[in-house]
């Protein structure tokens, strides 16, 4: 059982470290700031919430799974909200100029 | 594995500060400062010193952090003015006397050219084959009051060392650390021109950006509650009124700037007392405990845990106001009567 949970914690995190880096090389060589943010936002949401998800069956306690889970949300709001932030100033720059 | 991951880290920081200095803009060297700072946490957390960590993250990464993106933000608004009134005068000189005015050596000032360049190099480069050297020389155990401080850690009544050296072993210190962050305070408030002196900072952009507001109506509440626990748990676990203070600040500071309640006047009485209540309580526990301890700030043995605890909350609510003041600025706005 231990071995299984061990195994899916190896995939999920894995597969959220190379969204990761696939996000990374987004945001490096995308040639605009739009594209640039969808590519970060790949990143922050799925690849944070896999590596979350791997990690949940390492978890001592409930309470800390529901940490990590906090972790997951509030890092989620706060990223969704900067891109927002960022893609309207964009926005607001393109039309007013 | 691990040791790999040590020393990619640390080269990793060594390039972050190395482009820092080389940055070509402030903007972005402060933007890269506060990536090297969340670097430098994770190099705490590599440590096993949880508790530097989190306030390395907090102040020195975000606090630091935005304080310097607004002083940015100020200067570059009075550079392009200045600038602006210095190609105003050139013109109108230029068409005056029909000579070329000297207006571009007005941005050189903030410069500090070639010599200072080396001398800052040699200054940083010295500093590092310091520490390089005292780093070298420890002796082999380096010495530790680790476990002095584990061993007297029952009297206080705490679970956390940090936590004990810092309000019980050295309270001293952390009682002069929180009267400096007050001084820097009145210096910020003091950049207030007369007429604004007991008025109200100005955070609010011309325009709140919808998603703003937003996250300022659902991220305090989450804010605060752990705000809370970071303060409660710090006195068994790492954490502590630094951290919890700064969420606090955070979490105000939104708020704040997403217009949904205004900063306070300077004068108010309930802010006032806010900023000095924290001090003011351990400075007055402190000279209880002439009476009732051994001394300046020694706590009686059998409620040493509640007395501080009392103190760290008080503390906490100081050093969020104190922060949030300190981001927030000088007074802009004249008191309303």
């Not at chain 1, 490096?28 to 998800?53: E, W």
């Not at chain 2, 903030?110 to 480069?125: K, L, M, N, Q």
């Not at chain 2, 305070?185 to 955070?203: C, E, F, K, M, N």
């Not at chain 2, 003011?280 to 009686?300: E, K, M, N, S, T």
């Amino acid at each position: 059982m231990t071995l299984l949970a061990d195994a899916f914690t190896v995939i999920a995190v894995s597969a959220g470290a190379l969204l990761f880096l696939a996000g990374t090389i987004g945001l490096l060589r995308f040639p605009d700031t739009l594209s640039r943010l969808h590519a970060l936002s790949k990143a922050d949401n799925l690849g944070l919430g896999l590596i979350v998800l791997g990690l949940l069956p390492q978890a001592g306690s409930l309470s800390g799974g529901l940490k990590l889970v906090c972790v997951w949300l509030l890092a989620q709001l706060s990223a969704a909200t900067a891109s927002q932030l960022i893609a309207g100033r964009i926005h607001r720059r393109k039309s007013g100029s | 594995m691990a040791q790999l991951f040590d020393l990619a880290l640390v080269i990793w920081l060594i390039a972050l500060a190395v482009h820092i200095t080389m940055a070509r803009t402030d903007q972005n060297a402060i933007i890269a400062f506060i990536a090297f700072g969340l670097l430098l946490g994770l190099g705490w957390v590599q440590l096993s010193a949880f508790d530097v960590a989190l306030t390395e993250i907090a102040i020195g990464a975000g606090v630091t952090g935005i304080l310097l993106l607004s002083a940015e933000a100020h200067m570059r608004k009075a550079r392009t003015s200045t600038k602006a009134t210095g190609t105003k005068i050139a013109k109108a000189e230029a068409s005056t006397t029909g000579t070329v005015s000297k207006a571009t050596t007005i941005d050189e000032g903030r410069r500090i050219g070639a010599v200072g360049v080396i001398t800052t190099a040699i200054a940083c480069a010295a500093v590092t084959v310091g520490l390089g050297f005292a780093v070298l020389l420890l002796p082999n155990p380096a010495p530790t009051l680790a476990p002095a401080a584990a061993a007297a850690l029952d009297a206080t009544g705490l679970g956390n060392p940090v936590t004990a050296v810092l309000l019980a072993y050295r309270a001293l210190d952390t009682l002069l650390e929180k009267v400096v962050l007050l001084l820097a305070l009145v210096g910020v408030w003091s950049l207030a021109p007369d007429r604004l002196w007991d008025g109200a900072p100005a955070l609010r952009p011309a325009e709140v950006p919808e998603p703003l507001a937003y996250l300022a109506r659902v991220l305090p509440p989450f804010g605060v509650l752990i705000a809370v626990y970071m303060f409660w748990v710090g006195a068994d676990a790492p954490g502590g009124t630094f951290q919890a203070g700064t969420v606090l600040a955070a979490m105000w500071l939104i708020v704040m700037i997403a217009g949904l309640r205004q900063p306070p006047d300077t004068a108010l009485k309930t802010l006032r007392l806010l900023l000095v209540g924290g001090p003011a309580l351990f400075l007055a526990v402190g000279l209880i405990g002439f009476i009732i301890a051994d001394g300046f700030l020694a706590y009686p043995e059998a409620i040493a845990k509640p007395l501080i605890l009392v103190i760290e909350a008080a503390l906490t609510l100081s050093i969020g106001v104190t922060l949030a003041m300190l981001v927030a600025g000088p007074a802009q706005k004249a008191r309303e009567p």
